[in-house]
């Protein structure tokens, strides 16, 4: 198979490209990628669980005596403090093996971070140079076997004893063992266990306390149960496990204390006297993993696409009915549309993880940051996290499908990127329920800033189809304005590459969405329903305004990225990219605007002809833009997107990818 097609795109300046992908922690993701090239962290197949978990932990450790580990940990304790530069080499080392990623993100995000977050100096200066060393291998044990998402409601308890300032952890059932817990069935030796702190008579919600799970012969300390999840999708190289605990003691410095105090006689305090304000504002500082997890979502999406597009770009099938040479599967506009705008909306995932990495980095060097601010990050990363996850899911799969049965070999990649990332749409938080996060924020705001839905719903009634679709509107003027921009538009296509056209679309569908929603839950309510019933009546509905403000999230971070380019050709490449994203998300939900009288027939064929054409004009760039993502050869190491040479040694050594080359 020769790879002559994949000849350099003259338009693109590749490098630069990358450098403004890359961003403000460039020099981190560049030292990550460094990594990935070293022989130890090639991705590999085949292995069994024992050896792959085995393997991992010796990564783990190599990892540690990098300067990228130092970053997410305070100065104090000889970090840099940079947590915007740690979640960048994060995501970056998401390009290699995935099974070491979660190793990391379990030990220095989840385990270290909460004690950076949540304890007290004392605990930062004993415990933190252990976890970055992995001298201290940890567990974060917050999900137990009958509740994921519902942390609140978690049923582990922790009831201090005056007489012998201990707290006592105990598991009432197997429906409260701590589950899904990486690091525990192998290597963990101290766990984080959340649990619902009881003092004095009284419950104060759940708070973190360390629990030793392991003694330094590596059996389980006393009280401790300890079991293997067992064999998964994917992660093979991760050591899932169950956690219990028997009456088991812990110091009353145990407890990770930051936002809740227990005194030597039980007298428990807080700076926050709220008990629910408390525990989100506890979780709240756990927000770096769902940002975390939406960066390593995307960048093994980036190298699904990479594999995919480099081998469209070789892969030929079909002769012309003129006899010629067989054409590239790149040239097919049905392959076009399989993955061009599946990069589009990669592109737009990038630069609002780009912003929420920004928010975050900012706001956690702002002690008295805004609480506007952080639940705005908080709702930000939810929204990112879950449609980046998904699109993961999505994308991948259809890489697969686009390289056909090679797509289905382990040796290329694609099967174990989509079976170790498809749990990610579940862990740090069900990606449903972190819609109907984002949901409930816009629904606060929306209530905040309109106050009664009743100066709205003066109009929400009116009988014909299109007044229906205008319910927002509050004055004559708003009326006829809102009006007129809701009848159908024109046969032709042109408008619709108008950016303040896509913007009005999005903006007016997610307006709508949340306003009918809101209306929704006011009549219900009004009607005498119950809280829940009138919710769950309404459960899609909700979801979808939520998704729609993603979408609408999305636009924005890809259309600010576009203005702040101060390269002219690559302003106008990253445009057009723009343009292909806004279409398709409209054509994907053009049954909608022709239901709401936002698009009549003609125009929403317009819409398909649109996105049909952008995949046209961008198809000669699609090695350009995949390249820019700078991910080293030796971490794609599919032999199909590496050409002849590489699947000559991969014949030669069917276990494993080795140090390839292009």
């Avoid at 022989?39 to 085949?46: A, D, K, N």
């Avoid at 449609?387 to 040796?411: K, M």
């Avoid at 538009?489 to 007016?508: H, I, K, S, V």
Wanted: contains cysteine.
């Amino acid at each position: 198979m020769s790879h002559d097609a994949q000849a350099a795109d003259p338009e693109v300046d590749v490098a630069a490209l990358t450098s403004f992908l890359d961003g403000r922690w460039g020099w981190v993701k560049d030292e990550a990628r460094q990594i990935l090239r070293e022989p130890l962290f090639h991705p590999i197949h085949g292995l069994g669980i024992e050896a792959y978990r085995e393997r991992t932990f010796e990564q783990l450790n190599e990892i540690a005596k990098s300067e990228g580990v130092t970053l997410g940990f305070p100065k104090s304790v000889g970090g840099l403090d940079d947590t915007g530069g740690f979640v960048s080499a994060f995501e970056t080392l998401a390009h290699g093996d995935l099974s070491l990623l979660v190793k990391i993100g379990v030990q220095f995000g989840l385990f270290g971070g909460a004690i950076h977050h949540l304890g007290n100096e004392d605990q930062h200066a004993r415990y933190l140079p252990q976890v970055m060393s992995v001298e201290l291998p940890g567990c974060f044990a917050m999900t137990e076997t009958g509740h994921g998402s519902d942390v609140q409601a978690l049923r582990t308890t922790s009831v201090y004893e005056p007489e012998t300032e201990q707290f006592v952890i105990n598991t009432p059932d197997r429906d409260a063992f701590k589950d899904y817990i990486g690091n525990a069935a192998r290597d963990g030796k101290l766990a984080i266990v959340f649990a619902q702190l009881i003092t004095q008579g009284e419950t104060h919600g759940v708070h973190a306390f360390l629990v030793p799970i392991r003694d330094e012969a590596g059996r389980p300390c006393e009280g401790v149960t300890i079991e293997d999840d067992g064999h998964k999708a994917g992660l093979h190289g991760v050591d899932n496990g169950r956690l219990a605990f028997d009456t088991v003691s812990v110091p009353r410095e145990a407890l990770l204390d930051r936002y809740g105090q227990v005194a030597a006689d039980g007298a428990y305090t807080s700076p926050i006297d709220n008990r629910t304000k408390r525990f989100f504002t506890m979780l709240g500082t756990l927000v770096q993993g769902r940002v975390s997890v939406a960066g390593g979502g995307l960048s093994a999406t980036k190298t699904a696409l990479t594999i995919a597009v480099r081998y469209g770009l070789a892969r030929r099938q079909f002769s012309p009915p003129d006899g010629g040479p067989e054409i590239l599967l790149m040239d097919y506009l049905a392959h076009q549309r399989r993955l061009l705008p599946r990069l589009a909306k990669t592109y737009a995932l990038h630069f609002a993880q780009q912003v929420l990495v920004e928010r975050l980095d900012t706001i956690f060097h702002e002690a008295d940051a805004p609480e506007h601010e952080r639940r705005e990050l908080e709702s930000l990363a939810a929204g990112v996290k879950a449609v980046a996850t998904w699109h993961a899911t999505d994308t991948i799969q259809t890489c697969r499908e686009a390289c056909g049965g090679q797509g289905y070999l382990s040796i290329n990649r694609l099967a174990q990127l989509k079976n170790d990332t498809d749990v990610f749409t579940t862990f740090e938080g069900d990606n449903t329920v972190l819609l109907q996060l984002v949901a409930r924020g816009l629904l606060t705001d929306y209530r905040d800033e309109f106050g009664s839905l009743d100066t709205l719903g003066m109009v929400r009634f009116l009988a014909d189809q299109v007044v229906d679709t205008v319910v927002e509107a509050t004055s004559a003027r708003q009326l006829v304005q809102s009006l007129v921009a809701a009848l159908p538009g024109r046969d032709d296509a042109a408008d619709l590459l108008g950016r303040d056209t896509q913007r009005a679309l999005f903006a007016w569908r997610e307006e709508h969405l949340i306003r009918t929603v809101a209306l929704r839950l006011k009549r219900g309510m009004d009607d005498g329903g119950d809280p829940f019933d009138v919710f769950n009546a309404c459960q899609d509905h909700v979801l979808e305004a939520a998704h729609a403000h993603v979408d609408g999230q999305l636009l924005e971070a890809f259309t600010n990225a576009v203005d702040r380019c101060d390269d002219d050709d690559l302003t106008t490449l990253l445009d057009t990219l723009c343009d292909l994203y806004a279409l398709s998300t409209i054509e994907e939900h053009r049954g909608w605007y022709q239901e709401h009288g936002r698009l009549n027939a003609a125009r929403s064929k317009a819409v398909v002809a649109a996105v049909n054409d952008l995949c046209r004009q961008l198809r000669p760039h699609a090695l350009a833009f995949v390249d820019a993502f700078a991910i080293p050869d030796e971490a794609i190491a599919a032999p199909i997107a590496l050409g002849d040479e590489a699947e000559r040694q991969a014949i030669k050594n069917p276990g494993g990818w080795g140090a390839l080359s292009r």
